[in-house]
């Protein structure tokens, strides 16, 4: 019975432990990345507007720039516009949309669970409580029930 105990302790502690810190989350280094869709090869792109999210051949605007914020979490920032970072929109559709609005405006911290070494990985926002990074057509949103590696990380440079 005692060790019943002490493994059920031990076995919460580890439980504790793993939602505390982000085990799963990708080693992506802080820098200029492709972010491809793996079932089209298309990119990320952020367009115009607040439900501007969506994917198009990869090119010098698709672009971003991975920055990690110490705590598992990362900002996906647009390196052409001043403090800009890929956002969820304000515009109450379902499932929400994406944009690119000005970093802290909007919900904009991303956990990247998997490898990062050019295998698909999931982008979360937040730690996936408010869903995963996916698409609809070429729609980009932001859905609670695609938690599946979709995104291949191109480093750049």
Request: contains cysteine; charged residues 20%; hydrophobic residues 40%.
């Amino acid at each position: 019975m005692r060790i019943r105990s002490i493994l059920s302790l031990a076995a919460s502690a580890v439980a504790v432990a793993a939602l505390a810190t982000p085990a799963q989350a990708a080693d992506a280094a802080d820098g200029a990345y492709f972010i491809r869709d793996v079932r089209t090869g298309a990119c990320l792109a952020g367009g115009e507007g607040p439900l501007g999210g969506h994917i198009e051949p990869c090119n010098p605007g698709t672009v971003w720039e991975i920055r990690n914020q110490g705590n598992g979490l990362a900002e996906i920032r647009d390196p052409r516009g001043a403090n800009r970072c890929l956002a969820l929109s304000p515009v109450r559709i379902y499932p929400p949309a994406v944009w690119v609005d000005e970093c802290g405006r909007q919900p904009d911290q991303w956990t990247i669970q998997g490898p990062a070494d050019e295998v698909p990985v999931v982008i979360s926002l937040y730690r996936g409580e408010l869903g995963h990074l996916t698409t609809e057509g070429r729609r980009v949103v932001v859905s609670p029930d695609s938690g599946r590696p979709q995104w291949i990380l191109e480093r750049l440079g």
